[in-house]
């Protein structure tokens, strides 16, 4: 398996296989949550829903989960509109992972690491401190997945 990066259904399966994820996201799934975002979901985010389309123990959104950082029907934008320079980092991201106590996986769809992938951040929002980036998904999700942080610990390490 890539060490630095799963980008296939398989090693994503090798790295989160552990986890009790859901059943595959289908092509159709994935063309819905693209239509409905208005963009084209990275590769790294394809592949992993279309190994588990959403992984609830975790936090994972599923393709009907998917929302953007603005979006009016939940109020993490709103919530944190003071605190400008949160705002700036934040406020073109996708909501990948909302473990429902305050940890949030974000890509942000402006802004791409050296791999080409959407850039991705940690932020527990509350915890005073701003999102830690991480160079795409798979980077982030395997630091939340890695031994010292099991699934539901919810905190990067920093």
């Given at each position: 398996m890539n060490t630095m990066s799963p980008s296939s259904t398989t090693e994503?399966?090798?790295h989160l296989g552990h986890l009790n994820g859901g059943p595959p996201a289908t092509?159709?799934?994935?063309?819905?949550?693209?239509d409905r975002l208005g963009t084209k979901l990275p590769e790294e985010l394809?592949?992993?829903l279309t190994f588990s389309n959403g992984l609830p123990g975790a936090g994972l959104c599923s393709t009907t989960e998917l929302r953007w950082t603005r979006d009016p029907a939940y109020d993490l934008f709103d919530a944190w509109s003071s605190f400008e320079?949160?705002?700036?980092?934040?406020?073109?991201?996708?909501?990948v992972l909302d473990d429902g106590d305050?940890?949030?996986?974000?890509?942000?769809?402006?802004?791409?690491a050296d791999n080409g992938e959407w850039l991705a951040y940690a932020w527990a929002a509350g915890d005073g401190e701003d999102p830690r980036p991480f160079p795409g998904l798979s980077a982030l999700m395997k630091e939340?997945?890695?031994?010292?942080h099991p699934a539901g610990s919810g905190r990067p390490s920093s």
């Open positions: 994503w399966r090798e092509e159709q799934e994935l063309q819905e949550a693209e394809r592949s992993l320079e949160v705002i700036e980092l934040i406020g073109k991201c996708l909501v305050g940890l949030f996986c974000l890509i942000d769809s402006t802004r791409t939340l997945t890695a031994p010292h």
